[in-house]
């Protein structure tokens, strides 16, 4: 039987902290018009919102899920934050992945704790958040950021969520290449992903995965064109579209507003170079070649066949057209 504590997750609590908060824990306050404070518990911190600041002294012995109160007698919840609340509480100084895309890319990128993973480019460390979250305690995130301000502020998010020791941070442009090899995915959150291809494919182990996230069809056509000639292969284009309701027993029924697109989501395999691409595209695509070429090949003799009846030749019954 392996030895637990080697695997156990940073963020599963021990046997204390399950049950009351102590100092070093990352807790959420969160206030009755549902708001919510995440903050690495201290003895001197205090948590500030609009409902006053909440000193942590008083949080540490409370039972998780139990009211505290803030200085000014507004009561709110101490909850330990799922990695949602993590995500959302990050400082941005770009946009970051939303929770539901993170979630499905970390799945359709089969992480798990072990697992190495490249990422370009870094932003705010949304991504990297549940990138680290997913990885961790033994796998490793490599992460690329071009601009220095949002490297740093995503250094910082990622050292308050305490998730730093999973992630090596490189301050670089990818142009030049990654920094990091045989990794098991990579993932690509910058605007032009199809020029990087052939550096995805370097820091790939064979066979490895490959995400990306493009928020217009235009970069989605652009990327599906490069797959084949660095050799990518299993494509598939996919949208989250996530409906949230209003948990009202008595007036059920979805929330007014929705978050119509976030972005395109594209999956693809790096394979071998010998392979010969043709036999790999999708089916949809191959019949759709063959369809062409089909087409082609009739309209070639349509019009060697018009060209000899107008030599006086013999005459055809019409040619059958795909439709
Ligand atoms: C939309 S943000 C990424 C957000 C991130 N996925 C998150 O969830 O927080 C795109 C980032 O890619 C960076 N970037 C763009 N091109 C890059 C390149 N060639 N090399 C490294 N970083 C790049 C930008 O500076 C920007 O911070």
């Given amino acids: 039987m392996p030895d637990q504590s080697e695997f156990s997750h940073p963020f599963s ?7 009351r908060v102590q100092a070093g824990d990352l807790a959420m306050i969160f206030t009755s018009d549902y708001k919510r404070f995440v903050a690495r518990i201290h003895p ?27 200085q000014i007698g507004y009561d709110a ?8 609340d993590i ?15 993170a ?18 480019g870094t932003g705010s460390g949304g991504l990297t958040t549940a990138l680290a979250w997913a990885v961790a305690p033994s796998g490793m995130v490599f992460t690329h950021e071009a601009r ?22 490189f301050l670089c442009d990818i142009e030049e290449g990654f920094r990091a090899e045989d990794a098991d995915a990579v993932f690509l959150d910058v605007r032009e992903p199809w020029r990087y291809l052939a550096h995805v494919r370097r820091a790939l182990r064979p066979g490895g ?78 019949r759709y070649e063959a369809r062409l070429q089909t087409q082609a090949e009739l309209e070639a003799e349509a019009r060697r066949r018009a ?6 030749g013999k005459k055809y019954p019409k040619l059958p057209l795909p439709g």
């Fill in 103 to 120: 979630a499905y890319i970390v799945h359709r990128l089969s992480l798990r704790a072990g697992s190495r993973v490249v990422e370009a």
């Fill in 87 to 101: 995500m959302k509480s990050l400082k941005r100084s770009t946009q970051i992945i939303y929770p539901k895309d």
């Fill in 307 to 312: 060209a000899e009846v107008a030599a006086g």
């Fill in 13 to 19: 609590p021990t046997d204390g902290e399950r049950q």
């Fill in 77 to 84: 919840l101490v909850l330990q934050p799922s990695l949602t």
């Fill in 209 to 286: 995965f490959f995400a990306s996230l493009l928020p217009t069809a235009n970069q989605v056509i652009e990327l599906l064109r490069a797959f084949d000639e660095h050799h990518f292969a299993d494509v598939s284009v996919e949208e989250l579209i996530l409906r949230s309701y209003k948990p009202t027993p008595e007036r059920f029924r979805p929330d007014d507003n929705l978050i119509g697109h976030t972005g395109y989501l594209v999956f693809a395999r790096c394979i071998d170079l010998g392979e010969d691409m043709a036999r790999w595209r999708q089916p949809e695509r191959q």
């Fill in 44 to 70: 001197e911190g205090v948590t500030h919102t609009h409902l006053g600041a909440f000193r942590h002294a008083d949080l540490i012995g409370a039972t998780w899920g139990s009211t505290v109160k803030s």
């Fill in 148 to 169: 220095e301000d949002i490297y740093q502020v995503a250094r910082e998010n990622l050292a308050r969520v305490g998730l730093s020791p999973f992630v090596k941070m």
